[in-house]
Protein backbone atom coordinates (compact mmCIF):
# COMPACT_ATOMS: atom_id res chain seq x y z
CA UNK A 1 0.00 0.00 0.00
CA UNK A 2 1.42 3.68 -0.52
CA UNK A 3 0.47 6.39 2.07
CA UNK A 4 1.12 9.86 0.68
CA UNK A 5 -0.06 13.21 0.31
CA UNK A 6 -1.15 15.87 -2.48
CA UNK A 7 -1.12 18.94 -2.88
CA UNK A 8 -3.70 19.49 -6.22
CA UNK A 9 -4.16 23.29 -7.52
CA UNK A 10 -7.29 25.08 -8.47
CA UNK A 11 -7.80 28.46 -10.69
CA UNK A 12 -11.66 30.10 -11.10
CA UNK A 13 -12.08 33.12 -12.93
CA UNK A 14 -14.56 33.79 -9.78
CA UNK A 15 -14.65 33.93 -5.86
CA UNK A 16 -15.04 30.64 -4.55
CA UNK A 17 -15.30 28.36 -7.84
CA UNK A 18 -11.96 26.86 -7.34
CA UNK A 19 -12.69 25.87 -3.71
CA UNK A 20 -15.69 24.25 -4.87
CA UNK A 21 -14.24 22.46 -7.81
CA UNK A 22 -11.74 20.76 -5.49
CA UNK A 23 -14.68 20.05 -2.62
CA UNK A 24 -15.91 18.13 -5.44
CA UNK A 25 -13.08 16.52 -6.56
CA UNK A 26 -12.97 15.03 -2.96
CA UNK A 27 -16.29 13.93 -2.68
CA UNK A 28 -15.78 11.98 -6.34
CA UNK A 29 -12.69 10.44 -5.23
CA UNK A 30 -14.15 9.41 -2.06
CA UNK A 31 -17.56 8.16 -3.99
CA UNK A 32 -15.55 5.81 -6.03
CA UNK A 33 -13.84 3.85 -3.25
CA UNK A 34 -10.25 6.38 -2.88
CA UNK A 35 -9.05 6.08 0.52
CA UNK A 36 -8.75 9.25 2.03
CA UNK A 37 -7.51 10.06 5.47
CA UNK A 38 -7.72 13.54 5.83
CA UNK A 39 -7.93 16.99 3.48
CA UNK A 40 -8.17 20.32 3.64
CA UNK A 41 -8.68 22.96 1.18
CA UNK A 42 -6.92 26.08 1.48
CA UNK A 43 -8.48 29.73 1.23
CA UNK A 44 -8.50 31.29 -1.69
CA UNK A 45 -5.92 33.63 -3.05
CA UNK A 46 -7.27 36.47 -5.32
CA UNK A 47 -4.59 37.97 -8.33
CA UNK A 48 -5.15 40.36 -11.06
CA UNK A 49 -3.66 38.94 -14.23
CA UNK A 50 -4.11 41.44 -17.52
CA UNK A 51 -6.85 43.64 -15.74
CA UNK A 52 -8.73 39.89 -14.80
CA UNK A 53 -9.47 38.27 -11.42
CA UNK A 54 -8.20 35.23 -10.67
CA UNK A 55 -8.80 33.08 -8.07
CA UNK A 56 -6.88 29.97 -6.84
CA UNK A 57 -6.10 27.52 -3.98
CA UNK A 58 -5.24 23.92 -3.30
CA UNK A 59 -6.61 20.76 -1.34
CA UNK A 60 -4.29 18.99 0.90
CA UNK A 61 -5.14 15.16 0.55
CA UNK A 62 -3.99 12.08 2.45
CA UNK A 63 -4.54 8.94 0.72
CA UNK A 64 -4.02 5.07 1.49
CA UNK A 65 -4.46 3.48 -1.53
CA UNK A 66 -3.03 0.45 -3.73
CA UNK A 67 0.32 1.12 -5.74
CA UNK A 68 -1.14 0.73 -8.84
CA UNK A 69 -4.25 2.86 -8.22
CA UNK A 70 -2.01 5.49 -6.94
CA UNK A 71 -0.02 5.77 -9.95
CA UNK A 72 -3.42 6.16 -12.03
CA UNK A 73 -4.58 8.79 -9.21
CA UNK A 74 -1.40 10.59 -9.87
CA UNK A 75 -2.11 10.60 -13.64
CA UNK A 76 -5.62 11.50 -13.12
CA UNK A 77 -5.38 14.23 -10.75
CA UNK A 78 -2.05 15.75 -11.25
CA UNK A 79 -0.97 17.03 -8.41
CA UNK A 80 1.46 19.72 -8.39
CA UNK A 81 3.25 18.31 -5.12
CA UNK A 82 3.12 15.00 -3.42
CA UNK A 83 4.96 13.17 -0.38
CA UNK A 84 5.17 9.45 -0.47
CA UNK A 85 5.25 8.38 3.48
CA UNK A 86 5.00 4.84 2.80
CA UNK A 87 4.97 2.45 -0.44
CA UNK A 88 5.97 -1.14 -0.80
CA UNK A 89 8.72 -2.44 -0.59
CA UNK A 90 9.23 -4.64 -3.40
CA UNK A 91 6.81 -5.65 -6.39
CA UNK A 92 6.55 -8.67 -8.69
CA UNK A 93 7.90 -8.90 -12.06
CA UNK A 94 4.78 -8.95 -13.54
CA UNK A 95 3.26 -6.18 -11.02
CA UNK A 96 6.07 -3.96 -12.51
CA UNK A 97 4.68 -4.91 -16.36
CA UNK A 98 1.05 -3.70 -15.44
CA UNK A 99 2.60 -0.41 -14.24
CA UNK A 100 4.39 -0.06 -17.34
CA UNK A 101 0.82 -1.11 -19.05
CA UNK A 102 -1.05 1.24 -17.49
CA UNK A 103 1.47 4.49 -17.45
CA UNK A 104 1.83 3.71 -21.17
CA UNK A 105 -1.86 3.92 -21.99
CA UNK A 106 -2.58 6.59 -19.95
CA UNK A 107 0.37 8.73 -21.32
CA UNK A 108 -0.20 7.15 -25.23
CA UNK A 109 -3.63 8.49 -25.33
CA UNK A 110 -2.57 11.86 -24.31
CA UNK A 111 -0.34 11.92 -26.78
CA UNK A 112 -2.62 11.10 -29.51
CA UNK A 113 -4.79 13.42 -28.13
CA UNK A 114 -2.54 15.90 -28.00
CA UNK A 115 -0.60 15.47 -31.91
CA UNK A 116 2.41 14.87 -29.89
CA UNK A 117 5.34 12.28 -28.57
CA UNK A 118 6.96 11.98 -25.69
CA UNK A 119 10.43 13.62 -27.39
CA UNK A 120 14.31 11.61 -26.53
CA UNK A 121 16.52 12.93 -24.80
CA UNK A 122 18.85 15.22 -26.62
CA UNK A 123 22.15 13.15 -27.60
CA UNK A 124 25.13 13.51 -29.56
CA UNK A 125 28.68 11.68 -31.22
CA UNK A 126 30.16 10.33 -28.20
CA UNK A 127 27.80 9.79 -25.70
CA UNK A 128 27.61 5.90 -26.08
CA UNK A 129 29.34 3.98 -23.08
CA UNK A 130 29.07 0.89 -25.83
CA UNK A 131 30.88 0.62 -29.02
CA UNK A 132 27.51 -1.27 -29.97
CA UNK A 133 25.17 -4.16 -28.95
CA UNK A 134 26.48 -6.36 -26.35
CA UNK A 135 27.25 -7.93 -22.96
CA UNK A 136 29.34 -10.86 -22.02
CA UNK A 137 27.45 -13.65 -19.11
CA UNK A 138 30.13 -12.20 -16.68
CA UNK A 139 28.62 -8.43 -17.48
CA UNK A 140 25.04 -9.89 -17.35
CA UNK A 141 25.76 -11.18 -13.75
CA UNK A 142 27.85 -7.91 -12.43
CA UNK A 143 24.54 -6.02 -13.69
CA UNK A 144 22.35 -8.14 -11.75
CA UNK A 145 24.33 -7.51 -8.81
CA UNK A 146 23.84 -4.10 -8.92
CA UNK A 147 20.25 -4.08 -9.20
CA UNK A 148 19.93 -3.40 -13.03
CA UNK A 149 16.89 -4.68 -14.43
CA UNK A 150 16.69 -7.13 -17.64
CA UNK A 151 13.94 -5.28 -19.84
CA UNK A 152 13.19 -6.00 -23.48
CA UNK A 153 10.44 -4.31 -25.65
CA UNK A 154 9.59 -3.86 -28.85
CA UNK A 155 8.90 -0.65 -30.45
CA UNK A 156 7.78 1.06 -33.67
CA UNK A 157 10.85 2.70 -36.02
CA UNK A 158 11.42 4.43 -39.39
CA UNK A 159 14.11 5.64 -40.71
CA UNK A 160 18.04 4.63 -42.13
CA UNK A 161 18.32 1.21 -40.45
CA UNK A 162 22.51 2.15 -39.50
CA UNK A 163 20.84 5.58 -37.86
CA UNK A 164 17.85 3.61 -35.87
CA UNK A 165 20.45 1.37 -34.17
CA UNK A 166 22.67 3.97 -33.77
CA UNK A 167 20.03 6.30 -31.86
CA UNK A 168 18.67 3.56 -29.68
CA UNK A 169 22.23 2.64 -28.71
CA UNK A 170 22.91 6.18 -27.87
CA UNK A 171 19.49 6.97 -25.90
CA UNK A 172 19.88 3.72 -23.53
CA UNK A 173 23.44 4.63 -22.47
CA UNK A 174 22.80 8.32 -22.06
CA UNK A 175 19.87 7.12 -19.67
CA UNK A 176 22.12 4.78 -18.09
CA UNK A 177 20.65 1.51 -19.84
CA UNK A 178 23.28 -1.16 -21.57
CA UNK A 179 22.17 -2.83 -24.86
CA UNK A 180 22.67 -6.18 -25.07
CA UNK A 181 21.05 -6.61 -29.02
CA UNK A 182 19.15 -4.95 -31.27
CA UNK A 183 16.92 -6.46 -33.83
CA UNK A 184 14.69 -4.87 -36.51
CA UNK A 185 12.11 -6.55 -38.78
CA UNK A 186 10.23 -5.27 -41.28
CA UNK A 187 6.21 -5.03 -41.24
CA UNK A 188 4.18 -3.47 -44.48
CA UNK A 189 5.45 -1.97 -47.72
CA UNK A 190 9.22 -0.38 -47.42
CA UNK A 191 9.67 2.91 -49.35
CA UNK A 192 13.25 4.33 -49.36
CA UNK A 193 13.75 3.52 -45.81
CA UNK A 194 13.33 0.78 -43.71
CA UNK A 195 10.01 0.74 -41.56
CA UNK A 196 8.87 -1.81 -39.01
CA UNK A 197 10.07 -3.04 -35.26
CA UNK A 198 12.98 -2.87 -33.54
CA UNK A 199 13.47 -5.53 -30.55
CA UNK A 200 15.57 -4.41 -27.69
CA UNK A 201 17.17 -6.43 -25.31
CA UNK A 202 18.74 -4.38 -22.01
CA UNK A 203 19.80 -3.78 -18.80
CA UNK A 204 18.34 -0.88 -16.78
CA UNK A 205 20.30 0.53 -13.81
CA UNK A 206 16.86 1.22 -11.86
CA UNK A 207 12.78 1.43 -11.56
CA UNK A 208 12.53 5.51 -12.54
CA UNK A 209 14.92 4.60 -15.78
CA UNK A 210 13.09 1.77 -16.65
CA UNK A 211 9.67 4.05 -16.57
CA UNK A 212 11.32 6.64 -18.57
CA UNK A 213 12.23 3.88 -21.61
CA UNK A 214 9.36 3.02 -21.72
CA UNK A 215 7.07 6.47 -21.55
CA UNK A 216 9.95 7.54 -24.23
CA UNK A 217 9.84 4.55 -26.30
CA UNK A 218 6.14 3.50 -26.15
CA UNK A 219 6.66 -0.13 -26.52
CA UNK A 220 4.22 -2.44 -28.74
CA UNK A 221 5.35 -5.18 -26.39
CA UNK A 222 7.76 -5.47 -23.30
CA UNK A 223 8.88 -8.36 -20.56
CA UNK A 224 10.61 -8.11 -17.10
CA UNK A 225 12.95 -10.83 -17.25
CA UNK A 226 15.10 -10.71 -14.03
CA UNK A 227 14.88 -10.17 -11.53
CA UNK A 228 11.75 -11.75 -10.30
CA UNK A 229 11.25 -9.25 -7.80
CA UNK A 230 11.69 -5.38 -8.02
CA UNK A 231 12.73 -3.50 -4.92
CA UNK A 232 11.76 -0.47 -4.33
CA UNK A 233 11.43 2.40 -1.73
CA UNK A 234 9.67 5.86 -0.85
CA UNK A 235 11.62 7.85 -2.82
CA UNK A 236 11.87 5.97 -6.25
CA UNK A 237 7.88 6.03 -6.09
CA UNK A 238 7.71 9.81 -5.36
CA UNK A 239 9.92 10.06 -8.07
CA UNK A 240 8.39 8.09 -10.62
CA UNK A 241 4.73 9.51 -9.71
CA UNK A 242 6.03 13.63 -10.10
CA UNK A 243 7.46 12.80 -13.30
CA UNK A 244 3.86 10.81 -14.43
CA UNK A 245 1.89 14.32 -13.36
CA UNK A 246 4.09 16.72 -14.99
CA UNK A 247 4.25 14.93 -17.91
CA UNK A 248 0.29 14.71 -18.22
CA UNK A 249 -0.19 18.15 -17.04
CA UNK A 250 2.47 19.13 -19.94
CA UNK A 251 0.52 17.45 -22.33
CA UNK A 252 -2.87 18.59 -20.82
CA UNK A 253 -2.28 21.90 -21.00
CA UNK A 254 -0.37 21.94 -24.21
CA UNK A 255 -4.27 20.57 -25.68
CA UNK A 256 -5.55 23.52 -24.17
CA UNK A 257 -3.51 26.46 -25.79
CA UNK A 258 -4.36 24.15 -28.41
CA UNK A 259 -7.90 24.33 -28.47
CA UNK A 260 -8.09 28.47 -27.31
CA UNK A 261 -5.80 28.86 -30.36
CA UNK A 262 -8.59 26.89 -33.02
CA UNK A 263 -11.32 28.71 -30.99
CA UNK A 264 -13.06 31.69 -33.09
CA UNK A 265 -12.27 35.10 -31.85
CA UNK A 266 -15.05 37.72 -30.98
CA UNK A 267 -15.32 40.79 -32.72
Known amino acids: MVIATLFIEAQANAPGMAASSLEKLVSDLAAEGVTITE ?53 TASEAMRLLGDVCTVLGTCCQKAGVRLPMPDTQFGDERQ ?28 GNEEVIRRDILRVLNVLGAYVNKIKLQEQGEQGEGFSGLAAVDAMVPDNETLFEIALRFNPVAMSIEEPEEIILSEAEVQDIAINLSSLVSDITNYITIKEQRLMPKGD
Open 131 to 158: DGPGITDDEYDDFLEQGFIHYKFVTAVA
Open 39 to 91: YEVMGEEQETIDEKDTFSTFVEMSVDMDLRDYLRLVMRVTPTSMEVLKAPKSI
